[in-house]
Nanobody, 122 residues
Framework: QVQLVESGGGLVQPGGSLSLSCAAS????????MGWYRQVPGKQRELVASVTDGDNTDYGDFVEGRFIASRDNTKDTVFLQMNSLRSEDTAVYYC????????????????WGQGTQVTVSS
């Protein structure tokens, strides 16, 4: 069984910065994509950023160059550095891992973290 554990959420003032991290654990052989989605009540979950095992990144349009996603493949960990935060960035941020293969099975699976709250407010 694979678990994703997130850390780094919290309260920050508008214009401030916050860093999130997410570590995958388990008998992991490989992970194709890791990244972050976010969700606010009453809205669909939306992609924030993703990083492939080849370090290709993709961002939601709303990011506008403010966030940087990175990955440590040796530790199966993904990071999100968020700068110039706005009140509209307030949401629960969910880590995900896609294309996960483990030593115990050959199936590619998708996993979600438990979510971490990010609140941008003065």
């Amino acid at each position: 069984q694979v678990q994703l554990v997130e850390s780094g959420g919290g309260l920050v003032q508008p214009g401030g910065s916050l860093s999130l991290s997410c570590a995958a654990s388990g008998s992991i052989l490989s992970i194709t994509v890791m990244g972050w989605y976010r969700q606010v009540p009453g809205k669909q979950r939306e992609l924030v950023a993703s990083v492939t095992d080849g370090d290709n990144t993709d961002y939601g349009d709303f990011v506008e160059g403010r966030f940087i996603a990175s990955r440590d493949n040796t530790k199966d960990t993904v990071f999100l550095q968020m700068n110039s935060l706005r009140s509209e960035d307030t949401a629960v941020y969910y880590c995900f891992a896609d294309g996960v293969r483990t030593y115990s099975e050959s199936t590619f699976r998708h996993y979600w973290g438990q979510g971490t709250q990010v609140t941008v407010s003065s």
